[in-house]
């Protein structure tokens, strides 16, 4: 079975850490990525850059209209994911506990089963 475990990022909670804490967040990933690496379970993973240099498109009667910004007016927006095959729902959910970002207050890692993937 497929899951993406999915990090959101909120600039208050981050900001609120100190450099170390960012650090060791930061450091973490390193290793959980050889570990799910190791095991086979990790497909991909990707970072994703902040809202603000994003942008939304909409069609509308045949015609593209592109705005900048976030689609959601929200404190929390997508950072990045990694997507892994692994046996079961609870695999993912001790997949994502391992994940350093689950363990700093205000922040956590949603598990989504993934349905299609090409």
């Known amino acids: 079975m497929k899951f993406m475990l999915i990090m959101h990022s909120n600039p208050q909670v981050w900001d609120a850490l100190t450099d170390a804490e960012r650090e060791e967040v930061m450091a973490g990933h390193g290793p959980f990525m050889e570990a799910v690496r190791a095991s086979g379970e990790l497909v991909g ?11 939304v498109v909409r069609v509308r009667d045949g015609v593209p209209a592109v705005s900048d910004g976030p689609y959601l007016e929200a404190k929390e927006f997508l950072g990045g994911y990694y997507m892994v095959e692994c046996a079961d729902r609870a695999r993912a959910l001790e997949l994502a506990a391992m994940i350093p970002d689950a363990k700093v207050p205000g922040l956590g890692i949603e598990v989504r089963e993934v349905v299609f993937s090409a």
């Open 45 to 55: 993973t990707a970072a994703l850059a902040g809202p603000e240099g994003s942008a």
